[in-house]
């Protein structure tokens, strides 16, 4: 007998009797249980070609060279389809479902590969050969077929990694189990032990860790309930979001309303000193012109309407777009923390221009008071006072230039 085959057919009791003790006691038929199933099924089947395969080739005198070739092959061929479901399991069962998951579309296209390959092999000999006298062989690329089997393995470990901010210690541990169960007896059989079958007992002590860990029923009601969790706070997460846009953003203009206006008021109260050490505070007022004017003569639709285009051509200019407020029915705020002096002023040139073009598109006439106030060591009320007084300047400047509109 050329291979000792006691390890694997003591291995494949061990599996036998874990796949019926965890369809008596663990009767779970959700998807990651039957997966686990399945590769108990799988590693019985693999574990019986592998110690049949050692039987066919120590007695080549008794078994023909097809049924050599044809054992073998399905020895491997089952061996590669039970590495790729290892990884399976390892993405679907440890990492959460919310996860990140980079490389199942790559490892399902490289197990087809390699089982076509592996099926090709029966006519090509390049992983392994019989030779005319019966003889089991290595061919060129026996080491690329466990390569890519291990490789499984590795791309299901990088997973774990990528994602270890959010498994929890348990699923960590039996992750790195289950990599090493597998990848170190391949790794000793290959290159040390080439004689005693010792691959398939790391994927039976796999088995038998999982059994007693990610299969019981509590660890899967651990799961679900970590899931429920999760869904239910991703729902919050959007829930909360809708309801601080419903009590802070305007909902005619898309622009932040009078009560997150107030909010930032205070949070520059209490702050001003230490934002001002790091950051210019400058304030814009604007005020839309003639408002009454444009609603008693085209309609209020078109009041409206004005009112919607200086929020849009607020949004498309000023940088600090989480600082654009609408505080009153025509009045706007814009309040900068960060910009220099010139690049606001461009900004604010911007402004004034798209309001001048917006002019010349409509069959009506609106323009904005406007001015802005660089803060210096004033409180907030001061300085916000001093803009205003600076936009109702402007306002007035504006009614004189259109006496016959200034309504408002």
């Known amino acids: 007998m050329l291979y000792d085959v006691e390890y694997e057919i003591t ?26 199933r399945i590769m108990s099924i799988i590693l019985i089947f693999t574990q019986s070609f592998d110690i049949l395969s050692a039987y066919v080739i120590s ?23 039970l590495c790729y479901l290892l990884g399976a399991y390892i993405d679907y069962h440890i990492i959460p479902e919310n996860g990140k998951k980079p490389f199942l579309k790559a490892k399902l296209i490289m197990l087809i590969i390699e089982e076509i390959a592996i099926i090709a092999n029966m006519f090509g000999g390049f992983f392994f050969y019989i030779t005319k006298d019966n003889i089991y062989t290595h061919g060129d690329y026996f080491y690329v077929m466990h390569f890519v089997s291990i490789l499984f393995i590795v791309m299901a470990g990088i997973s774990m990694f990528i994602n270890i901010r959010i498994l929890g210690k348990s699923q960590i541990i039996y992750g790195s189990i289950i990599i090493s169960l597998y990848v170190l007896p391949i790794i ?21 860790v999982t059994l007693f860990s990610l299969e019981t029923p509590d660890y899967a009601k651990l799961q679900t309930t970590l899931e429920e ?13 809708k309801y601080y846009e419903l009590a802070h953003v305007d909902q ?25 050490e790091q950051n210019m505070i400058i304030i814009l007022m604007a005020d839309l012109n003639f408002l009454k004017y444009l609603n008693d003569t085209f309609g209020h639709n078109t009041g409206d309407e004005a009112i919607k285009n200086v929020a849009l051509i607020i949004k498309e200019t000023f940088s600090d777009k989480e600082n ?8 706007f705020c814009i ?40 803060v210096q060591n004033e409180s907030i009320d001061d300085a916000m006072q001093i803009v205003d007084n600076m936009m109702y300047d402007n306002k007035e ?12």
């Open 324 to 331: 654009c407020y609408r505080i009153g029915g025509d009045e």
């Open 11 to 36: 291995a494949q009791i061990f599996v036998l009797f874990i796949f019926v003790y965890s369809c008596i006691e663990y009767p779970m038929r959700n998807r990651k249980n039957m997966l686990f």
């Open 188 to 208: 000793l059989q290959v290159l040390f032990f080439q004689n005693i079958l010792i691959i398939m007992l790391g994927a039976s002590l796999i088995m038998l």
């Open 229 to 241: 969790l999760e869904t239910t706070k991703s729902e919050l997460e959007k829930l909360n979001k």
């Open 335 to 374: 309040i900068s923390i960060g910009n220099n002096q010139s690049d606001f002023e461009a900004m604010y040139q911007k402004f004034k221009d798209k309001i001048a073009e917006k002019n010349i598109e409509l069959d009506y006439h609106f323009s904005v008071a406007s001015a802005y106030y660089i």
């Open 252 to 276: 005619m203009t898309e622009l932040l309303n009078r009560t997150a206006f107030e909010e930032k008021e205070l949070d520059l109260r209490t702050n001003m000193r230490k934002i001002k």
């Open 397 to 408: 400047e504006l009614k004189k230039t259109y006496p016959n509109l200034a309504r408002v």
């Open 59 to 81: 007695y080549n005198d008794i078994f023909s060279r097809f049924t050599n070739i044809l054992v073998n092959t399905a020895y491997f061929f089952l061996g590669t389809a």
